[in-house]
């Protein structure tokens, strides 16, 4: 062990040419071990192979632990299993009929489309089905499998970055083990975990300069997502500037030219491959998803202020992130820093990935999609700069104090905090697991289960949300958001894209929807199926497709009438009036708007025009039971008794269980039979 003594170079100097693993010259050597300890802030801990061994055990085996008790409380929460994403049944649909009709298709072998944003999850998830049928467990199999994996390839990146400094590595790595998001996505049914062990096996062997095993990682990120072309330019820039620096950093490694030559070749040959099964399935390089979810979360209907402030900076410091936000930015500053001073940083590749992922997203798609979803690569590369942050903080701090002892405190201290809040936040999202899974089952799975029940063979079957319905229904769809059918792309934003999806239903034979009345709202019409008693907010409906008959609300009609709904939960009826009245004079049909007008009426106690409102959309729409029930009950309070009781009738006739309805004729009945008591007693 030595002490590091006093050069003619500024202190900043001779703390970023350690960073840079230039060996500082010393004057002597201390043999006192404990005096060198205490000033020494390298850790001297070089395990053996046996600790070694179960090290590696530990960082296996406490993901899936980790992951495990998610899935297990969810089981036990729900008793059913499922999944917080309707997007897994996308991949697994693909993989099924791959496996089963040998076609990358969303519908036995007629439906052969690039749709699968992850092809090669989806080739996998395929060949698992030759070991079982169960589409879950299938899934919870592999996205564990792959954190596990990550999970190791993550210490044995760490261990490189940290100069062999096995504990801070060991530490580094089981907060990325115990972080919410990987253990949440890793028992989602979603291509992430294997998105991030790849990216991470390629930044390893990039630092390693094993040029095979890495050109064939590279090749295969955009296999995985194509948002991984950001981490491709981090390897190109990051490659540039060592390039750059290694003219005076002679401890800078480069590829040999027949490294390159093997990567070119390697690399390109994957890639290629890509885009030519793209173009073979939809004619465009890129999946169809891509194209679809361009379209449909345009810059122009979205913030991308607000993706910037909220959809990733309230993500990357909520609660142990904003501890490792301290970290991350302290990295960033040293990159600015050695930048500055012309110097390689060993976080380059990481922090222009994290920014060049963002920024694609802000230009092009600012959504982070649930749970922060797109966001999730981000995560073990900024735990790893946050990490390398924090140690060259406290390494600054010993080089000024001396005191090794005091140094690691101020590292360990930083590490506590951020296990007990990841700790602490991890129950949480246990939770929050257990009841979106909880969540999508009721609506998609339970749709698709109606669907697979209530329909014939020959059925075609339009939805936006095309997982589980295409999964378990085991009909044919039309995806009116784009992602498997990518002959409406193009038309999703226009103004009259429903009128253009209208002729599409009509022109594929659709004989049922599928919507969630928040994308799209069928007027005057009753569902078979629907969610709206049990299951609030979002509201899934299942209808017959009459061409002719059936009536989509445009999407700026459903937009408004929206807006006027939150408007109603807020008692705003001036506000309420103003939309609605723009709703009527695109869709003067709609026995909703009528609906919803009446009780903007009603807050301002006009009885006149909340009748007149109410029974205008019974006219339009003579099943609707919601305007009956109110209509009803509004009759009862004024003394209307027939009329009421009519009003109620109706309603069981069309919901004979209805509780509203049942009691209050209950208490109808009750009034008119003291009214006619108290007629006779009049007599």
């Known amino acids: 062990m030595v002490k590091f003594f006093k050069i003619e170079f500024a202190w900043l100097n001779l703390y970023f040419a350690r960073m840079k693993k230039i060996k500082i010259p010393v004057k002597k050597k201390r043999t006192n071990r404990e005096e060198s300890s205490k000033y020494n802030f390298e850790d001297s801990?070089?395990?053996?192979?046996?600790?070694?061994?179960?090290?590696?055990?530990?960082?296996?085996?406490?993901?899936?632990?980790?992951?495990?008790?998610?899935?297990?409380?969810?089981?036990?929460?729900?008793?059913?299993?499922?999944?917080?994403?309707?997007?897994?049944?996308?991949?697994?649909?693909?993989?099924?009929?791959l496996f089963e009709y040998f076609s990358f298709s969303y519908f036995q072998d007629q439906m052969v489309t690039a749709g699968s944003t992850s092809p090669l999850y989806t080739f996998i998830l395929s060949a698992m089905f030759f070991f079982s049928s169960n589409e879950m467990y299938i899934s919870y199999f592999l996205g564990i499998s792959f954190f596990a994996i990550a999970s190791f390839a993550f210490y044995k990146l760490s261990n490189i970055e940290f100069?062999?400094?096995?504990?801070?590595?060991?530490?580094?790595?089981?907060?990325?083990?115990?972080?919410?998001?990987?253990?949440?996505?890793?028992?989602?049914?979603?291509?992430?975990?294997?998105?991030?062990?790849?990216?991470?096996?390629?930044?390893?062997?990039?630092?390693?300069?094993?040029?095979?095993?890495?050109?064939?990682?590279?090749g295969l990120i955009l296999w995985t997502r194509p948002d991984g072309v950001a981490f491709i330019f981090a390897i190109i820039v990051d490659y540039f500037l060592i390039t750059v620096f290694s003219k005076n950093q002679i401890n800078l490694l480069l590829f040999t030219k027949t490294d390159l030559k093997k990567i070119a070749v390697i690399f390109g040959g994957i890639i290629g491959l890509y885009f030519i099964m793209n173009l073979y399935l939809s004619g465009s390089l890129l999946p169809n998803t891509y194209n679809a979810k361009l379209a449909y979360y345009s810059p122009e209907f979205r913030s991308r202020s607000a993706f910037l402030s909220t959809e990733v900076w309230e993500y990357f410091k909520y609660k142990s992130y904003y501890v490792l936000m301290i970290g991350f930015l302290?990295?960033?500053?040293?990159?600015?820093?050695?930048?500055?001073?012309?110097?390689?940083?060993?976080?380059?590749?990481y922090i222009v990935?994290?920014?060049?992922?963002?920024?694609?997203?802000?230009?092009?798609?600012?959504?982070?999609?649930?749970?922060?979803?797109?966001?999730?690569?981000?995560?073990?590369?900024?735990?790893?700069?946050?990490?390398?942050?924090?140690?060259?903080?406290?390494?600054?701090?010993?080089?000024?104090?001396?005191?090794?002892?005091?140094?690691?405190?101020?590292?360990?201290?930083?590490?506590?905090?951020?296990?007990?809040m990841g700790i602490k936040i991890y129950d949480e999202t246990k939770e929050?697991?257990?009841?979106?899974?909880?969540?999508?089952?009721?609506?998609?799975?339970?749709?698709?289960?109606?669907?697979?029940?209530?329909?014939?063979?020959?059925?075609v079957i339009a939805t936006h949300d095309v997982g589980a319905i295409g999964f378990y229904s085991g009909r044919k769809i039309v995806?009116?958001?784009?992602?498997?059918?990518?002959?409406?792309?193009?038309?999703?934003?226009?103004?009259?894209?429903v009128d253009y999806m209208t002729k599409y239903l009509n022109d594929n034979k659709v004989t049922y929807l599928a919507f969630l009345r928040e994308w799209y709202r069928v007027s005057n019409q009753t569902p078979l199926f629907t969610t709206?008693?049990?299951?609030?907010?979002?509201?899934?409906?299942?209808?017959?497709?009459?061409?002719?008959?059936?009536?989509?609300?445009?999407?700026?009609?459903?937009?408004?009438?929206?807006?006027?709904?939150?408007?109603?939960?807020?008692k705003a009826a001036q506000q309420m009036f103003y939309i609605l009245d723009r709703v009527q004079q695109i869709e003067p049909n709609s026995s909703f708007a009528y609906y919803l007008r009446a009780y903007a009426c009603s807050l301002n106690n006009d009885d006149a025009n909340?009748?007149?409102n109410m029974l205008k959309a019974i006219e339009l729409y003579p099943d609707y039971k919601d305007a009956h029930l109110y209509y009803g009950i509004f009759l009862k309070n004024k003394g209307r008794y027939e009329e009421a009781m009519m009003q109620l009738n109706k309603v069981l006739e069309l919901d004979p269980k209805n509780k509203n309805a049942l009691a209050n004729i209950e208490q109808l009945q009750e009034k008119i039979n003291a009214a006619q008591q108290e007629e006779l007693l009049n007599k």
């Not at 302290?330 to 590749?349: F, P, W």
Request: overall charge positive; aromatic content about 18%.
């Open 45 to 97: 801990f070089r395990p053996k192979k046996i600790v070694r061994i179960v090290f590696y055990a530990i960082v296996i085996i406490l993901p899936v632990l980790f992951s495990l008790n998610f899935l297990l409380y969810a089981l036990k929460t729900n008793r059913y299993p499922s999944f917080p994403l309707d997007d897994p049944w996308i991949h697994l649909t693909f993989a099924k009929n």
């Open 163 to 218: 100069d062999n400094q096995v504990i801070f590595a060991l530490l580094c790595t089981t907060v990325f083990i115990i972080d919410k998001w990987m253990n949440f996505i890793a028992v989602s049914g979603m291509e992430t975990t294997m998105f991030v062990l790849i990216l991470i096996l390629c930044a390893y062997f990039y630092r390693k300069r094993s040029a095979i095993p890495f050109a064939v990682m590279l």
């Open 330 to 349: 302290l990295a960033v500053a040293k990159l600015i820093y050695d930048s500055y001073k012309k110097t390689y940083n060993q976080n380059t590749i």
């Open 353 to 420: 990935f994290i920014l060049a992922l963002v920024f694609i997203y802000w230009l092009k798609l600012p959504y982070a999609h649930r749970f922060g979803r797109y966001m999730m690569p981000i995560i073990p590369f900024f735990i790893l700069v946050a990490s390398i942050g924090f140690r060259d903080f406290a390494f600054l701090v010993n080089k000024y104090t001396n005191n090794a002892l005091f140094s690691k405190s101020i590292f360990y201290i930083w590490f506590g905090i951020i296990f007990f």
């Open 432 to 459: 929050l697991y257990a009841a979106q899974c909880k969540y999508i089952y009721d609506r998609q799975v339970m749709a698709a289960k109606y669907l697979q029940k209530n329909t014939k063979e020959g059925d």
């Open 479 to 497: 995806d009116v958001a784009g992602l498997v059918t990518p002959e409406l792309i193009n038309k999703i934003n226009d103004a009259n894209y």
């Open 532 to 570: 709206a008693n049990d299951y609030p907010p979002e509201v899934m409906d299942v209808y017959d497709y009459i061409p002719g008959k059936t009536h989509i609300l445009s999407r700026e009609a459903n937009g408004l009438l929206m807006n006027a709904q939150t408007l109603a939960n807020q």
């Open 610 to 612: 909340y009748e007149k």
